[in-house]
């Protein structure tokens, strides 16, 4: 038998993550549990994905060796209540909520407890994510690379100190919602000159896509990138002049300053 997961919650996120799994070949069908609450979510990812569902999650957590905590945030604490005592001390937790330290896993639980906390984001629904961890001193070395390499099948993945696991929600975890007002920004523009809006968001995301592809591929700083595109008294140069002179910049580094800030005092 292979190492069984299970994933207390099924969202959008948790559907992401199962499929990439699944897809990587990493696990078995009968090797995974996910709960859900109601009977229509539980039939649909059985249909869907073929794996074991669950109503109690205390089931879930009887069931795994690594157990994915895929619930929104506000309610880790009543989860928790209900799986500590399954919770076995050669188990892996694996959490994706923002603000929630190790220590505070620790105190949830009221005892040592093997913690992983993770920031995934949205893209991995598209096997093209970026995620952060961080374990705690129970966690050998060999666990996080186990976890970690579960996790390479829907999101690149690395492993980050603590303290910066708040940085990592700002720049990765919320940052698809900052590309994505741009993309959405540039198809305005792009309609406004007269191409029609599906045109105009493929063209804007292709672009950003790309873009994306380049930074990641070339190794080139991105300001090296840019000046490859500006040329002299052209058109680029000029609309990178009034982007300067309405803070682009400076605006999402204070949107991220400020994601870090909520982050950090959740």
């Known amino acids: 038998m292979g190492i069984k997961l299970g994933f207390v919650g099924c969202g959008n996120m948790g559907k992401a993550m199962l499929s990439g799994v699944l897809e990587s070949g990493k696990c078995e069908k009968d090797d995974i549990i996910a709960s859900a609450k109601t009977d229509g979510s539980r039939d649909k990812i059985k249909a869907e994905y073929g794996v074991r569902v669950a109503f109690d999650n205390k089931e879930v957590a009887r069931f795994a060796d690594i157990l994915f905590l895929a619930v929104k945030p ?4 009543a989860v928790i209540s209900e799986i500590r005592d399954e919770v076995k001390d050669n188990q892996i937790i694996v ?3 923002p603000g929630k330290s190790l220590q505070w896993f620790e105190e949830a639980f009221g005892k040592k407890v093997k913690v992983i906390r993770t920031m995934p984001n949205t893209p991995c629904m598209v096997k093209e994510g970026m ?3 961080c374990p705690n001193a129970q966690v050998t070395g060999e666990e996080v690379e186990l ?3 579960i996790c390479e099948g829907f999101s690149k993945t690395e492993v980050v100190t603590e303290n910066l696991m708040d940085v990592v929600t700002a720049v990765s975890g919320s940052s698809p919602a900052y590309v994505f007002m741009f993309i959405e920004a540039m198809a305005d523009a792009a309609v406004a000159g007269g191409m029609p809006r599906n045109q105009a968001y493929k063209f804007a995301a292709q672009a950003v896509l ?3 592809k380049m930074v990641l591929e070339t190794g080139k700083h991105p300001g090296e990138l840019k000046d490859m595109v500006c040329s002299p008294a052209g058109t680029t ?3 990178v002049r009034v982007l300067e002179e309405n803070g682009m910049r400076s605006s999402v580094i204070e949107a991220m300053m400020k994601c870090l800030d909520i982050s950090r005092n959740m």
């Open 210 to 212: 790309g873009s994306a």
């Open 95 to 97: 959490s994706m909520a």
């Open 147 to 149: 976890v970690k390499s």
């Open 237 to 239: 140069i000029q609309a």
């Open 131 to 133: 995620m952060g961890m």
């Open 74 to 77: 506000q309610y880790y604490e």
